[in-house]
C-alpha cells in the first residue's frame, strides 16, 4: 500500500509556471506506475501526464506536450508535474495516481491509490 501526497498548487498569473510534487509513503514506490491527473468543476478526471516505475517512459498528450513534463526521483520517493505557460483553463484540482504495475495508464480506473489533490488556480 503506498500513501500519496500532493503539493506545489497555488494561484499564479497566465503565463507563470509551478511544479507540482507528490510525495509517496513506504518502501515500493518503484514498483508503481504514476499519473496526474485533474479535474476541473463539472468535468470528467483528466489524465495529464503518466510515468513508468523506472521513469523510462512517459506520457504527456499532445494537447499539453510542450508546457507540461512529468519526472519522478524514486531515490526521494517523489513524482513531479512541471507546468509552465499556465493558461486560465489549466485551473482545476490536480491528484497524483500509482497503480501496480510496470507503466501508467491513461484510465483513472486503471489507479489504485490516489492523493487528495492540490488546487491550481491561473488568473487571467
Known amino acids: 500500500q503506498v500513501q500519496l501526497v500532493e503539493s506545489g498548487g497555488g494561484l499564479v498569473q497566465a503565463g507563470g509556471s509551478l511544479r507540482l510534487s507528490c510525495a509517496a509513503s513506504?518502501?515500493?514506490?518503484?514498483?508503481?506506475?504514476m499519473g496526474w491527473f485533474r479535474q476541473a468543476p463539472g468535468k470528467e478526471r483528466e489524465f495529464v501526464g503518466g510515468i513508468s516505475r523506472n521513469g523510462e517512459s512517459t506520457h504527456i498528450p499532445d494537447s499539453l506536450k510542450g508546457r507540461f513534463t512529468i519526472s519522478r526521483d524514486n531515490a526521494k520517493n517523489v513524482v513531479y508535474l512541471q507546468m509552465n505557460s499556465l493558461k486560465p483553463e489549466d485551473t482545476a484540482v490536480y491528484y497524483c495516481a500509482a497503480r501496480s504495475g510496470t507503466s501508467y495508464r491513461i484510465s483513472p480506473r486503471a489507479y489504485d491509490y490516489w492523493g487528495e489533490g492540490t488546487q491550481v488556480t491561473v488568473s487571467s
Open positions: 513506504g518502501r515500493t514506490f518503484n514498483t508503481y506506475g
